[in-house]
């Protein structure tokens, strides 16, 4: 990130994540405080405790590429199904673009080495030190970042604020999106 910054000539900046992406944007905010203004995140995955079992699996040599060669690809439709809220927001075009990107050569080995590099254990204990504003948007339904860990997060962020939306799954910027759309602008 600090690298990208450079390129664009940006000395600092707002964070927004989701997912994954937040424990990017936390680890950032820690090694370099003084670049980032403030914190978006969206239903975080941040907290060892959020990995499932196959991903643990997956940190040992062999076993995770036999897990994720036989399941990574397989299935997307019932698995993108699990990150909402209403079926209906799942659009064809949705699907189309999970498989094209599933089939797209490289992806299940960068999606391997990304859970790899999930260990949360050390960075989490470090989570109290951030020292910015941190706004955090969840869906109150969220199956896959379930709430209690934005609340957690909530209370281990010196200055963050809890916003959660009815009737949302993984993606309030989907499910709500007018409503955390008015946050994130806020």
């Known amino acids: 990130m600090a690298q990208l910054l450079d390129h664009l000539g940006i000395e600092r900046t707002a964070v927004v994540a989701h997912s994954w992406g937040s424990s990017v944007a936390l680890a950032f905010a820690l090694a370099q405080p003084e670049r980032v203004a403030r914190i978006v995140l969206y239903d975080a995955w941040v907290y060892e405790d959020q990995l499932p079992t196959t991903f643990l699996w ?77 706004l955090l948007l969840w869906g109150r339904d969220d199956d896959v970042t379930q709430l209690r860990f934005g609340e957690r997060l909530s209370l ?31």
């Open 58 to 134: 997956a940190r040992a040599d062999g076993i995770g590429e036999l897990l994720f060669g036989m399941f990574y690809d397989q299935l997307p439709e019932d698995k993108v199904a699990l990150a909402f809220y209403d079926d209906a927001n799942i659009s064809e075009a949705l699907v189309e673009t999970i498989h094209e990107q599933l089939a797209r050569p490289g992806t299940t080995a960068a999606a391997l080495a990304a859970v790899r590099g999930q260990r949360f254990a050390e960075m989490e204990t470090h989570y109290r030190e951030i020292d910015k504003p941190v």
């Open 156 to 186: 281990e962020l010196p200055h963050a604020r809890l916003i959660t939306y009815p009737q949302c799954g993984h993606f309030p910027m989907i499910e709500a999106v007018h409503a955390s759309n008015r946050d994130l602008v806020a």
